[in-house]
Structure formats: C-alpha cells, structure tokens
C-alpha cells in the first residue's frame, strides 16, 4: 500500500513540508509512498497533476493524505490514480458521504448539534429556522467548512428567530466563501462547552475540543483540538501560581 501525498508549491520533487513527519512515519511503518500536485488538480489538469505517480504492476491500494478536494475533484483524482493500477481506499461515493455533512447526518444525528440545511436562505427558510431553533443561538457553515475565524460577523448567530441577524450573518458568510462555497447552508444548534480562551484575532470562543480518529472500529489517536487554546490557559495558570 501506498500514500498520496501533495507535493511542495514551489518543489514537485519534494513533500510539502506540514506533511514531512508523517512522511517519514509512514515510511518507517513500510508503506510506500507518491507525490502529486495538488494546485494543478483544482486547476483541472489532472494529468499534469499525476505525472510523478508512478504506475503499479498490479492493482495497488492508496490512502490520500492532503489538503481537501470536492467531490467532483476527488472523482477525477480517484479516476486518474484506477489508470494508473492505483485504487484508493475511499470510492468517491464514500468520500462524498463522509465529507458533505447533509450526508451522512441521518447516521450521526443523535451524536451531534441538531442541523438544518437549505439550498438558498429565503423567507421560507427562515421561518423554518424559527420552527426548527426558536430563539436558540446556531452557527452557519457550507456542507464542509464555517467561516468560524469571522466568529461574530460570519458565523454564530446569537438567536435563530432573529431575521435581520440571520440574513446578515449569512450574507457575510456567503460573501467570504465565494466561488469556495460548497453546495448549500448549514445551520447548526449552537453548544455550551467548557471555555478555555477567546481567539487573540477573531474573538472566536476556544473551547475543550478533542479531535478523535477510528479505524476499523477501534480509537486510534485523540488530539487536542485548539492547541493554542490549551497552551494559553497553560500559560494563565503559571502567571496565576507566580503571582
């Protein structure tokens, strides 16, 4: 089995460089591995953007390791890797699944914030908001990403029966993503969580947040989610012992 890695902007030869370490850990593990350009790919060349991916003898199996694609990006990249002999672990029809969140929420939904999704927010939408959240406060998202680092102007909304601040939180929303936006809107029951810090630029609040990765079932990793959130409270609580 092999990785798929993206390569280096400025190097084709080389790994980009967030990707070095679990490069050489997978290396170590004995998996082999290929680089690729990802910015030819969305740029549509897809081709070019393989032409360092050697071909397999036989049919190979690949995990891809990289930045995110859509759903039409991951169908010609999974296309162009099958001619090579080269299947990826993740159809594109699974890929879809896991990454559009309107998916696969009917499998989640009672383990995670209520959602709702419209193709467009009209008036009819918005009074769906209403039936849906009341006056809770939520957060809007695309069907993969938030603009969470525009906390106040682009993402949470302090009361879902609040038109003029729904339509303008959205409106900024759709604004900052652009030719970016994927698929629709997603709002989403907003949760109290353990406060650690605000963000130092966003005045995002930074709560204690666990990313955890599973395979076959079973836990494999757990991280920390804010990183920075946790090194600052760390920090205020040594100033708060020297005092």
């Given at each position: 089995m092999r990785i798929i890695y993206c390569d280096s902007v400025i190097d084709d030869k080389i790994i980009e460089p967030d990707y070095h370490e679990e490069k050489d850990a997978a290396i170590n593990a004995g998996f082999g591995f290929s680089l690729f350009s990802f910015e030819q790919l969305i740029d549509g060349n897809i081709v070019k953007s393989l032409r360092n991916v050697p071909p397999a003898d036989e049919v190979e199996s690949a995990i891809y390791r990289g930045?995110?694609?859509?759903?039409?990006?991951?169908?010609?990249?999974y296309d162009e890797l099958l001619n090579k002999n080269i299947?990826?672990?993740?159809?594109?029809?699974e890929y879809k699944h896991c990454h559009y969140l309107p998916e696969s929420y009917s499998i989640i939904e009672s383990l995670t914030p209520k959602s709702y999704w419209f193709n467009k927010l009209d008036d009819q939408a918005i009074v769906k908001l209403k039936e849906q959240f009341g006056n809770q406060p939520i957060i809007v998202k695309d069907f993969v990403k938030s603009e969470k680092h525009h906390w106040q102007e682009a993402c949470f909304i302090p009361d879902a029966s609040n038109k003029d601040c729904v339509q303008a939180v959205v409106e900024r929303f759709l604004d900052l993503r652009g030719d970016a936006l994927n698929e629709g809107l997603v709002f989403r029951k907003f949760e109290e969580l353990e406060f650690l810090t605000t963000h130092s630029q966003s005045g995002m609040p930074l709560t204690k947040e666990f990313r955890m990765y599973f395979a076959n079932g079973k836990l494999v990793q757990t991280f920390d989610y804010w990183?920075?959130?946790?090194?600052?409270?760390?920090f205020q609580t040594l100033r708060c012992l020297m005092k």
């Open positions: 930045w995110m694609m859509t759903p039409s990006e991951y169908q010609s990249f299947k990826l672990i993740n159809s594109p029809e990183t920075r959130a946790i090194m600052a409270t760390w």
